[in-house]
C-alpha cells in the first residue's frame, strides 16, 4: 500500500501521516504547494510520479464565513478540485477516502442524522462539501465518504486551542449553547482511517468521537480537565451572528460504522483529555527546544 495525503499542514493530515508511518505503511503527505486542487495537470503530474494506491483527501477550503463571499473560490477548491482528483483516482486505480462534514446536512431537529438522511446545507461551504461528495460517489466505486464535525488536533488552530488561550485572561466567558454535536480528535480519526483503508468496506460513514454536547458543554469540559477556574456563561447563537449560518443540529448516527464492522471513536471527553495531555507534551518540547 502506497498512500497519498493531502492536507498535509492541517489537523487531520498531519495526524493521518503519523499514524501511517506508525504502522509502518508507506505514505506522502502533500500540501497545496506541491499538490493544487486547481490545477488538475499539477496534481496528475504528481500522481504519475507517486502512483498510489490510496488517497486520503484531508485537503479542503474551510473559511466557513469568508467563502459566503468567496464562492467561486471555495468551489473550485473543495466541488471541482475533489472531482479531479477522483478522476485521477480512477486513472490511477487508487482508492479514495473523501473527508466531508455535518454541514451537508440542514441542521435542524435533534435527532442524529443518518448517512442517508436528506441532505440541505445552509452554506457555501456545506454545499461545496455536498458537491464534493457527489463527484466521488459518481467517479469511484472504491471510495469511503467520512463526514466529521468539530475537528481538533494538535497541527493547527481549533476551539480548543481558543478556549484555553481565551482562559488565560477572562475569569468568564460567554459560548454558545444551542448549537449540538460531537467533537472528533483527529489523532482518533485518523486510527480508524488507517484500519478503514486496509479494507474493501467502501461507503458513507460518520466519525466522530462518541457522545454530544454543545459549545458551551465542550468549553465547560476543557475548562474543567484544564483545572482552570473559568466560568463558561451560555448564550444562543444570536449572541454572536456570523456570515455563514451554523447548523444547530450536528448530531450524526455511527449506525453505518457499527455495521461495517469499524470500532467506534472513544467518548469526547476522555478525548479532550488526551489531547489536553498531548499539548502540554508539545508545550515541554517547546521550551525545552528554546533553553
Not at 485518523?190 to 486496509?198: H, R
Request: net charge neutral; hydrophobic share 40%; glycine share 8%.
Amino acid at each position: 500500500m502506497r498512500v497519498l495525503v493531502t492536507g498535509v499542514t492541517g489537523q487531520l493530515g498531519h495526524d493521518c501521516v503519523l499514524e501511517l508511518k506508525d504502522r509502518g505503511i508507506e505514505v506522502q503527505g502533500v500540501s497545496s504547494r506541491e499538490f493544487p486542487l486547481t490545477d488538475a495537470e499539477a496534481m496528475r503530474r504528481y500522481m504519475a510520479i507517486y502512483k498510489p494506491t490510496c488517497v486520503i483527501h484531508c485537503a479542503a477550503y474551510t473559511a466557513v464565513d469568508r467563502a459566503e463571499d468567496e464562492e467561486a473560490a471555495c468551489m473550485a477548491v473543495n466541488a471541482a478540485g475533489t472531482a479531479n482528483l477522483a478522476k485521477l483516482c480512477r486513472e490511477f486505480r487508487a482508492k479514495m477516502v473523501y473527508i466531508s462534514t455535518d454541514y451537508v446536512f440542514p441542521g435542524d431537529g435533534t435527532e442524529p442524522y443518518e448517512t442517508d438522511a436528506p441532505k440541505g446545507p445552509t452554506n457555501v461551504y456545506g454545499k461545496s462539501k455536498l458537491m464534493g461528495e457527489e463527484a466521488v460517489s459518481s467517479i469511484l466505486r472504491r471510495c469511503f465518504i467520512v463526514r466529521i464535525s468539530w475537528g481538533f488536533g494538535i497541527n493547527g488552530k481549533n476551539f480548543i486551542r481558543t478556549m484555553l488561550r481565551l482562559g488565560q485572561s477572562h475569569a468568564k466567558l460567554t459560548v454558545v449553547d444551542d448549537q449540538v454535536g460531537s467533537p472528533t480528535y483527529t489523532r482518533d480519526l485518523s486510527v480508524l482511517l488507517a484500519d478503514m483503508i486496509q479494507t474493501e468496506r467502501y461507503g458513507v460513514y460518520h466519525a466522530t468521537n462518541e457522545g454530544f454536547c454543545s459549545w458551551a458543554e465542550l468549553a465547560a469540559e476543557v475548562f474543567r480537565q484544564a483545572g482552570m477556574p473559568v466560568v463558561v456563561e451560555p448564550v444562543p447563537s444570536s449572541a454572536y451572528p456570523t456570515r455563514a449560518v451554523r447548523p444547530h443540529n450536528s448530531r450524526m448516527s455511527k449506525r453505518s460504522l457499527t455495521e461495517a464492522g469499524f470500532s467506534l471513536l472513544p467518548r469526547w471527553q476522555d478525548a479532550v483529555g488526551r489531547y489536553l495531555i498531548e499539548l502540554e507534551s508539545l508545550r515541554e518540547q517547546q521550551e525545552a527546544r528554546a533553553e
